[in-house]
């Protein structure tokens, strides 16, 4: 049984990463096509930002995981 702080990094990784996906698929396009190019930017800007906090955060669980201390 995963603890709550191991729970939560899982749980923010793969709500973090959808909203990622839904930016790149919906935001940044519906942006640029409905010719919003301050949203457009800001939208990429996000993404940037939050695949950062992924990549930190799928470090710490493989850390952890090859430590064998994710649980």
């Not at 990784?13 to 698929?25: H, N, R, S, W």
């Not at 190019?37 to 995981?65: N, T, W």
């Amino acid at each position: 049984m995963l603890c709550n702080c191991n729970y939560d990094k899982t749980k923010l990784l793969y709500k973090i990463m959808k909203i990622a996906a839904f930016i790149e698929k919906h935001a940044i396009k519906d942006a640029e096509r409905d010719s919003h190019p301050l949203c457009a930017e800001e939208y990429k800007e996000l993404k940037q930002d939050l695949e950062r906090h992924i990549e930190k955060l799928r470090m710490a669980v493989e850390g952890l995981s090859r430590e064998g201390k994710f649980g």
